[in-house]
């Protein structure tokens, strides 16, 4: 990895390039790709239509009660601009805009949005709210409003904020919930008044707090005042300070960065993240919390662990190990530089170093609903296991990792020791890492074991078994919505999650060589991405394929097909998601000229492939694919080599 040194170069005309390979029978995993393109741009409009009014706003008549839920609004399109990104429909965006902005009036309705962003709540869900609004920006950054509103969002996080979100003195946010109201005290009337043994959808994560006396178990919140008691404490204590979550609150100053490079945003980025990074050099290890003083611990007996959404509870490294990506990949983001990941490697290793082998199958497991399709476990089964949570008590709740966190650490910073982490931990896994697992869940993640195998060369057919599966998720989400009740709208803000039928984890992996986006709070990196050079839009051309085959610290090997028969397409390729690789050379097959033949002959002409190459020296190079040909490209790149920009298309945009 190079560090770039923030100077953007000057444009060049990019090098062009010619697929002519015959591409004889098409490739099973292209033709279903394109399938599956053309099933989701019809998906997303059943949704539209069945769930949303037309001033773009969910069906829902009901009211809000709490701080909780206006993620679950946002959610459920959280993955429609990234799909218009990789190459759906050209009113997928339009669609996708409007829907941001009537569900955000909708929300300041409610109560729960000003300004028209988020009054105050943890970062564990306003990270989720974000992505639409991130994948908007990177899909169009020309796009004036949404690029004013990203500098305004971000803004309200610097010193000198009126908010008062940040404290400079402290390099500390000045509260767990926070927002345009500022650090908003507390954790909200759900919880601050009463946590009691009734709230049956938290039983399952235990005890908020469990040092409070009298209460050792959760049925002693049943007794006495000691629901109240237990409120105060978690308002008194989870309510106010920093949290490890907030770390995701850097990826929407980065956001703001990527439009025009202001260095007071940088600068907020890197001295927060290494606010973090230097307590857990100091503790040796990755605290969850820090007091209004700047110390860490100050609310629990000098612990480092017991933060809210933090160590102990609910979620521990799942939140706390999705933060640390976030922040640290912000940074380094930002720098250019891959030594802040360190940070996102101390949850890691902390859990790694407790890992356990053989333990009986828990059917009680915090997260059992995500992981247990994904790695195909059942009941009677041993599973290798890391703990997920820390309390006074020490280590509990052991459930198998989280793959996808450890697959960002490699895949942002592509070093060795990285590297060695992913694969001691399919090592130790326990299950067979090439099996594809017909599930989605709402992060629409969980698939990068058998991703990996594949980019590693012992799981071949896992595009067209992928594919297959995503057209079924798809068919199954449309079949959902079909059966659904009229004159629900009101009972469940997850039902919207649960039936949305864009899916674009398989997509993400296959076209763009990337994982899928951090569910909470992750911008969308991709090693390449794609400008159809004739429409002037992101995402791939009509009737072209594309598969990233493999990719290392420095190079990728990307295949395009274009299946049509009648129709050349054009294309740019970019490297890195925010145009941040340069590209030194490129390799390609080209035909030898003699297809398509003599007529006379009913047999489809093979050829020969003659070896190709170019200097490229920059972040892109165009592509031109003629009806029924292929080209194969193996790219030598640096990564990191230039700023992270948002990058428009090649030409102007032209906006349907």
């Known amino acids: 990895m190079t560090a770039h040194d923030g100077a953007t ?27 599956l393109f053309d099933e989701l741009d019809a998906a997303w409009r059943l949704f539209r239509d069945r769930y949303t009014e037309p001033d773009g706003r969910l069906r829902f008549s009901g009211a809000l009660v709490d701080r909780d839920g206006g993620d679950d609004f946002y959610e459920a399109f959280f993955n429609w601009p990234a799909l218009y990104r990789l190459g759906g429909a050209d009113d997928l965006l339009p669609a996708a805009k409007h829907h941001w902005e009537g569900v955000t009036r909708q929300l300041t309705e409610l109560g729960l949005y000003r300004n028209e962003f988020e009054r105050g709540y943890d970062w564990f869900h306003q990270g989720e709210a974000l992505l639409m609004f991130y994948g908007i920006c990177a899909a169009d950054p020309t796009d004036r409003r949404f690029r004013e509103r990203a500098v305004r969002f971000a803004e ?39 946590f009691g043994h009734e709230q049956k959808t938290m039983r399952p994560y235990g005890l908020p707090l469990r040092d409070v006396p009298g209460v050792r178990t959760w049925d002693d919140l049943a007794h006495g005042d000691n629901a109240a008691r237990m409120g105060r404490h978690m308002r008194e204590r989870l309510g106010r300070g920093d949290t490890a979550v907030n770390l995701a609150a850097a990826a929407l100053v980065v956001n703001a960065w990527l439009y025009d490079h202001d260095p007071h945003l940088a600068a907020w980025v890197l001295e927060y993240v290494d606010a973090w990074r230097e307590r857990a050099d100091a503790l040796g290890t990755m605290p969850d919390n820090v007091g209004l003083s700047g110390r860490v611990g100050e609310y629990h007996d000098g612990r480092w662990f017991g933060g809210h959404y933090g160590w102990t509870w609910p979620h521990g490294v799942h939140s706390v190990g999705a933060a640390a990506l976030v922040g640290a990949i912000s940074a380094g983001m930002v720098d250019g530089g891959a030594h802040r990941l360190d940070l996102a490697r101390r949850p890691l290793d902390q859990v790694w170093d407790q890992r356990r082998t053989g333990m009986p199958f828990d059917s009680h497991a915090t997260r059992r609903p995500g992981w247990a399709h994904a790695v195909g476990l059942g009941d009677g089964r041993t599973v290798n296991a890391l703990p997920t949570r820390l309390g006074p008590d020490g280590w509990f709740d052991h459930q198998p990792a989280q793959v996808a966190y450890w697959t960002w650490l490699w895949w942002f910073g592509m070093q060795d020791q990285d590297r060695a982490r992913l694969e001691a931990l399919r090592a ?229």
């Not at 170069?9 to 292209?30: D, F, K, L, R």
């Not at 594809?436 to 012992?458: I, N, Q």
């Open 9 to 35: 170069p000057a444009y060049s005309a990019p090098i062009e390039i010619t697929a002519s390979v015959p591409t004889g029978p098409p490739p099973t995993w292209a033709v279903l790709q394109r399938r």
């Open 156 to 194: 309200q996080y610097l010193p000198g904020s009126d908010t008062g979100n940040y404290d400079a003195g402290i390099r500390a946010l000045r509260a767990p919930h926070n927002g345009s109201d500022g650090p908003r005290p507390g954790l909200g009337p759900q919880w601050d008044d009463r």
């Open 428 to 656: 130790h896994s326990g299950y067979e890492w090439n099996t594809v697992h017909a599930f989605r869940d709402k992060e629409e993640a969980g698939h990068e074991p058998p991703w990996l195998a594949y980019l590693d060369g012992d799981n071949p057919d896992y595009p067209e078994r992928a594919l297959r599966m995503a057209l079924a998720q798809v068919s199954h989400r449309a079949a959902l919505i079909a059966a659904d009740t009229p004159g629900s709208d009101d009972q469940d803000l997850h039902r919207w999650q649960r039936v949305n039928p864009v899916v674009t984890e398989v997509l993400t992996q296959l076209t763009t060589g990337a994982p899928q986006t951090l569910y909470n709070g992750g911008l969308p990196l991709t090693r390449i991405r794609y400008d159809d050079l004739v429409t002037a839009r992101p995402g791939l051309p009509p009737d072209v394929a594309a598969l990233v085959e493999h990719l290392d610290a420095g190079s990728t090997t990307v295949h395009l097909v274009n299946v049509s028969a009648v129709h050349t397409r054009r294309l740019r390729l970019l490297a890195g998601g925010f145009g941040e690789h340069l590209i030194t050379s490129a390799r390609w097959n080209r035909g030898d000229g003699r297809y398509p033949g003599d007529s006379h002959d009913y047999h489809l002409p093979a050829g020969e492939e003659i070896g190709d190459s170019a200097p490229v020296h920059d972040n892109s190079l165009h592509v031109t694919l003629p009806p029924g040909r292929r080209i194969r490209l193996r790219l030598n790149m640096q990564l990191h080599a230039r700023p992270f920009t948002h990058h428009p298309s090649p030409t102007t945009f032209r906006r349907p």
